[in-house]
């Protein structure tokens, strides 16, 4: 059957996540993981606080091990997936699934971007909010709009029919408050987040990370694994990894592509369930299902078989 596995990004991580896994798996969650973070990963999860976990720093990391940790026992009991792609951060976790980066490399690059992504929010005032009643246009209309008036603000994520995210400086996030109806949005939410990720204000942490990035050792993936940037299979994952932070996410037209390339099953795999939610959003016919636990896994690999 062809399937796609999906990974989340940040936003997904809560206090107590994770617990299953990490009595699995301490030989790459505990042993591997904190000599590389020099933390404690179960620790952060198991007990937080929610506000040490919520860290772009500390939750980058959690997510992708717990997430990764997962597709590992998902791996072992269920056929090779048909592609991959992940939300942001688990573009990474995707892409270490598909074999392009041990799960070590991964970690320590996902380690790097967060202190990057935490330093570049720290610069500036700076935020994202979600646009209700808006699509790819409008949503456009009013950022391009309020740029030609000298202000700093971007559409970041294009998560689904409905779902679209902006980010910029914090006065232009307000603006985009007060004038939204004027571009037929009904309303501007902001969200919980330190920093307008996916636009150029990261430019910084961008540039950060490539020091990283360049050191890595990248292999081709063993299945195609769609990219935020372009919203296509990635050829060169630097590159692409490179570009992301500073380019807005392109998930939703990553999930529609993948659908028209014969692809009919989606499975989330990690904390939460955000990108299966996505997926039902925009491929309706689809057929969706989740692994957020090890309980999880063996349904799911009969499902997919």
């Given at each position: ?264 099953t989606f499975v989330h795999v990690g904390p939460g369930d955000v990108t299966a939610g996505l997926a039902k959003r925009t491929v309706p016919e689809a ?19």
């Open positions: 059957m062809p399937y796609a596995v999906l990974f989340p990004g940040q936003g997904s991580q809560s206090v107590g996540m994770g617990a299953d896994v990490f009595a699995a798996r301490p030989d790459l969650l505990v042993d591997v993981a904190d000599d590389i973070l020099g933390w404690s990963l179960r620790d952060i999860c198991a007990v937080g606080p929610e506000e040490e976990l919520t860290r772009t720093d500390r939750a980058q990391p959690a997510l992708y091990a717990v997430a990764y940790a997962l597709w590992a026992a998902l791996r072992e009991a269920a056929p090779s997936p048909t592609a991959a792609a992940g939300h942001s951060l688990g573009e990474y976790t995707a892409l270490a699934a598909a074999g392009a980066l041990d799960f070590a490399t991964g970690l320590r690059l996902v380690a790097a971007r967060g202190e990057a992504m935490a330093r570049a929010a720290a610069a500036t005032d700076s935020g994202m909010a979600a646009l209700l009643g808006a699509d790819a246009a409008s949503a456009e209309e009013l950022t391009a709009t309020r740029r030609a008036e000298g202000g700093a603000l971007w559409v970041a994520n294009l998560n689904a029919p409905g779902q679209v995210v902006i980010a910029g400086d914090a006065t232009d996030i307000e603006w985009a408050g007060v004038n939204a109806r004027t571009f037929g949005i009904r309303r501007v939410v902001p969200l919980k987040v330190s920093g307008a990720f996916h636009t150029p204000l990261m430019a910084p942490a961008s540039d950060d990370l490539m020091v990283s990035l360049k050191e890595a050792d990248f292999s081709a993936p063993g299945f195609p694994v769609w990219g935020n940037a372009d919203a296509a299979p990635v050829v060169n994952p630097a590159d692409a990894l490179h570009r992301q932070l500073t380019s807005p996410v392109r998930f939703a037209e990553s999930l529609a592509a993948m659908a028209a390339a014969g692809i009919d057929t969706v299902h989740v692994v957020a636990t090890l309980d999880d896994v063996s349904d799911v690999a009969s499902a997919v078989q």
